[in-house]
């Protein structure tokens, strides 16, 4: 992968520096292979989500219900075409999120893997300011890999309901307010990424450990809280601890009922949400000012 730096003097810059450092930024994103694969890759992700989540709106709109009770409250939570046309509307969260954290990862260990971060900190001494201007540009490519998925997702989903004989629910609020929370998603996914970004600087470290933590997170904490619920705290607030896990947050916070019964309000995932992206944002900015940067 190579890196573009584009970074001038800020004097020589026509325009304020905040938004020369931006478009660095962005400059150094479309210069390079890594978008449009990330991009393609969540195109493809999308429509793999897109078939499993109309197969589940098939299930749960137009088949039998299950004759075991625990499957049966599961199937009653799920068998509203509200809910289905949320999920559908917003299918491809879960790979496009991790793209967008990985690509805002490598905009900031890219600059130590190709020893450009010391050229960029001298060129522009305000480390503040190019941090900054990391996070803007890292969710403004997240508005983009959004767009992606959301246009397919409206093509899709309009294609799948009027097949299927069902409203697709599209003026509702509760599934206009999904797809705008699914924004928000996106947008914290990429200052999530900047933030491990500025953690773990060795590009394999903080790609492999914030993929692995995406991925096997939300099983790893299901399982847990299942366990802690099953054989010491036998409290419905030990299974809705869930929602501290970020990718699983994520999922309830574009959900607009529940996901499983002990599962709190959509408010709750969002504000966990911007609760961390808040945190990772802070420490990112202390630390990049902080660190050696040589």
């Known amino acids: 992968m190579t890196t573009l730096t584009a970074d001038r003097p800020v004097g020589h810059t026509r325009g304020p520096a905040a938004t020369h450092l931006i478009r660095s930024e962005y400059l150094k994103i479309r210069t390079t292979n890594t978008w449009w694969i990330f ?16 197969l589940q709106a098939h299930y749960y709109l137009k088949g039998t ?7 049966q409250a599961t199937y009653l ?3 509203n075409p509200v809910t289905q046309a949320a999920n559908i ?9 991790m793209f967008v954290m990985v690509l805002a990862i490598l905009m900031i260990t890219n600059e130590y893997y190709h ?10 001494p305000h ?23 959301t246009v397919l997702d409206l093509i899709a989903g309009t294609i799948y309901f009027n097949a299927e004989g069902i409203a697709s629910h599209l003026g509702d609020w509760a599934v206009i307010r999904a797809i705008l929370i699914n924004l928000l998603v996106f947008a914290l996914w990429a200052v999530f990424g900047v933030g491990i970004g500025v953690l773990i600087r060795s590009q394999i470290g903080a790609t492999v450990t914030a993929t692995l933590l995406y991925v096997v997170g939300t099983q790893v904490a299901g399982i847990i809280t299942f366990l802690i619920h ?25 959900s607009p009922t529940k996901l499983f019964p002990q599962s709190p309000p959509e408010w709750v995932g969002a504000a966990v949400l911007v609760g ?12 990049m000012r902080n660190r050696d940067i040589s």
């Open 39 to 54: 991009g393609l890759g969540t195109v493809a992700a999308t429509a793999l989500a897109l078939l499993v989540n109309m």
């Open 115 to 124: 020893q450009t971060a010391t050229s960029t900190f001298l060129t522009t």
């Open 230 to 254: 099953q054989f010491w705290i036998k409290k419905d607030w030990v299974l809705t601890m869930q929602v501290l896990v970020p990718a699983r947050a994520a999922e309830i916070a574009v």
């Open 89 to 97: 509307f917003t299918s491809g969260q879960f790979f496009g999120g």
């Open 77 to 79: 939570l799920q068998h």
């Open 65 to 71: 219900p299950p004759s075991d009770p625990q499957d």
């Open 127 to 149: 480390r503040t300011a190019v941090v900054l201007a990391k996070f803007v540009a890292a969710m403004v490519a997240s508005v983009f890999f959004w767009l992606i998925t």
């Open 276 to 287: 961390y992206g808040i945190v990772l944002g802070l420490i990112g900015t202390s630390m």
